[in-house]
């Protein structure tokens, strides 16, 4: 991909952050952002080593850690954690995260981004891959469906609007904020505590 094509490319992690929460990724991906918490460490930790380039043989396949990816229909970027290249010609991404083995659909969207761009650079089809829970040291996989495929493109045209207004969402003050390292940033019980603050905050919000 030449990148010096254009200049909104969006890395593969804000499809993650705003499936998750569209103010999580303007705070990380907008104002550059970033905390750490338990979770975010644990995963720090879980990360050090498929975040070192490289590859390995294993039985029926050949396995390229931190492996660069791109799209240039979608102007997505990002690596992904390893890719077993099998030696039946088939190719499969593995997204590494900590915690125990549980669905979640963010990671999904992620590991379907990571399939889409490896489908444009190899002209081959990525059907499905895994998740690889590293607490339960088991793999989950993922079919890479029609309709992940959609969310993943409305997502990158959503992300791409975001970036482009410089505007922070409002707060959701839910329970996804319990886990996010963002929460003392994002203050979202205090900004979304009383009616009228709620009022202002839709005021300094809304585009010009």
């Given amino acids: 991909m030449d990148s010096g094509e254009r200049d909104d ?16 990724c303007a705070l990380i991906h907008v104002e550059q952002q970033f905390s750490s918490n338990v979770h975010t460490a644990r ?4 990360h050090a080593r498929v975040d070192e380039p490289g590859w390995e043989t294993q039985p ?5 850690r931190a492996l ?26 593995v997204e590494t995260k900590h915690g125990p083995r549980k669905a979640k659909v963010h990671d999904d ?20 891959g895994a998740i690889y829970h ?3 040291r088991r793999r989950r996989e993922v079919a890479i469906t029609d309709a992940l495929r959609h ?13 482009a207004s410089g505007r922070l969402p409002l707060p959701v003050n839910d329970v996804r904020c319990k886990e ?29």
């Avoid at 995963?43 to 879980?46: F, I, P, S």
């Avoid at 799209?71 to 970027?77: H, T």
């Avoid at 505590?193 to 202002?200: E, M, N, T, W």
């Fill in 43 to 46: 995963g720090d930790a879980v």
């Fill in 180 to 208: 996010c390292s963002l929460k003392d940033i994002c203050q979202p019980e205090a900004l979304m505590a009383k009616p009228a603050q709620i009022s202002l905050l839709s005021s300094l919000f809304v585009p010009d």
């Fill in 68 to 93: 660069p990816i791109w799209s240039d229909r979608l102007g997505l970027a990002g690596r992904c954690d390893a890719v077993e290249f099998r030696h039946d010609g088939s190719i499969y991404p």
């Fill in 60 to 64: 029926g396949a050949r396995v390229e």
């Fill in 151 to 163: 969310q993943v493109e409305e997502i990158t045209v959503a992300v791409r609007g975001l970036l």
């Fill in 109 to 128: 969207l992620q590991l379907a981004a990571q399939a889409i761009c490896l489908e444009e650079m190899t002209g081959k089809p990525v059907p499905r």
């Fill in 134 to 136: 590293h607490t339960s």
């Fill in 9 to 24: 490319i969006i890395m593969i992690s804000a499809i993650q952050h705003h499936s998750y929460c569209p103010r999580q």
